[in-house]
């Protein structure tokens, strides 16, 4: 795939959605970087479900860390893997007031070093909260760039390189939610909505559904 047929991909993706952003419902970078970490392995409406609840009482490293791990267990017990999860939240607000003033850092090393925060979340963080041009490569944009032939890699970091090395500048901090929202709704693992697929004409996928 040329950069001609990668730009008019994302420029209709663009006109479709001018302004995509995550469907995690968060207000600050601390509420996005608990939204990640809890959406492991879950879905965004299960997780959304919990935090709504969750951040009216504990919206804060603070305050969440004095729920204490069995309480915050409590609030998101609807969510696959909760006790980790609490876990790992609870040693990540430790860290964000020991070392870092209880704010969310803006560096990538920084976020991975945080309890439960991976590259993936980590550039959810960057890309989501302070808008910067990075790619969180999930299940669902390693599926679209592959089978659409926009980035072809063997592991989510090859694609994620691929990513970052051929998306047009204009269209990078944006990437991460077209292509998301995209594999989530449109093309999908085991049935693509290709029929229905605005970008259909110029997919590199050989074997397009109806």
Request: net charge positive.
């Amino acid at each position: 795939m040329n950069k001609a047929r990668r730009s008019a991909i994302f420029a209709r993706l663009r006109d479709a959605n001018p302004a995509p952003t995550t469907e995690l419902v968060y207000r600050t970078p601390f509420e996005l970087l608990v939204a990640v970490i809890l959406s492991a392995q879950a879905t965004d409406r299960s997780v959304n479900l919990a935090t709504e609840r969750l951040f009216r009482v504990a919206s804060t490293p603070e305050q969440m860390l004095a729920l204490g791990e069995a309480g915050l267990a409590e609030h998101i017990r609807t969510i696959g893997l909760y006790n980790g999860k609490a876990k790992n939240i609870i040693a990540t607000c430790e860290r964000l007031l020991t070392a870092h003033g209880g704010e969310v850092p803006r560096e990538r090393a920084a976020l991975e070093a945080l309890p439960g925060v991976g590259r993936k979340t980590a550039n959810v963080v960057l890309n989501t909260a302070f808008g910067e041009p990075t790619v969180a490569v999930d299940t669902h944009i390693f599926r679209v760039a592959n089978r659409t032939g926009l980035a072809r890699g063997k592991t989510p970091l090859a694609v994620e390189k691929a990513l970052l090395k051929h998306v047009p500048a204009e269209f990078l901090k944006d990437a991460h939610h077209w292509l998301i929202l995209h594999g989530r709704y449109v093309c999908q693992a085991r049935r693509p909505r290709c029929g229905e697929c605005l970008i259909a004409d110029l997919c590199d996928h050989p074997h397009k559904a109806g």
